[in-house]
């Protein structure tokens, strides 16, 4: 498994997408990544050589905030909001959706397992 920015890419697949798997590295920058390097995108993974793979490590890190950076920037934005107080951070704070869906239905993913509320009978 050839490793990029710190993280193990899977070799069976093409170098177009294993570039996906890490945290900030979408298709598009991918193929922007590849591009720059001057990789064919169908060539897997397990192909590539040394040469490329430090090509490929010195544009994503001189070029790009990915993995641990990225992540920390994100959670500081959120933190961020939270302290403020802002809508979006009382939100956030809560655990309910962030930008505007509804809450009666669905809303699922974000508040977690439906909580049934019984109700009890005087005897």
Not at 6 to 16: A, Y
Not at 25 to 43: C, N, T, W
Not at 77 to 104: A, D, E, F, M, W
């Amino acid at each position: 498994m050839p490793r990029i920015v710190g993280v193990d890419i899977p070799k069976g697949k093409r170098i177009g997408v294993a570039l996906t798997y890490i945290y900030g590295i979408g298709p598009v920058v991918s193929k922007q990544i590849l591009r720059k390097a001057d990789i064919e995108p169908s060539l897997r993974a397990k192909d590539l050589t040394e040469g490329q793979i430090s090509k490929l490590n010195s544009i994503i890190g001189s070029e790009y905030m990915v993995e641990g950076d990225l992540r920390r920037e994100v959670s500081g934005n959120i933190k961020r909001l939270i302290s403020i107080s802002s809508y979006r951070g009382v939100r956030h704070k809560r655990g309910l959706p962030v930008r505007g869906q509804r809450t009666s239905t669905n809303a699922r993913t974000r508040k977690g397992p439906k909580k049934t509320i019984g109700v009890k009978r005087k005897k």
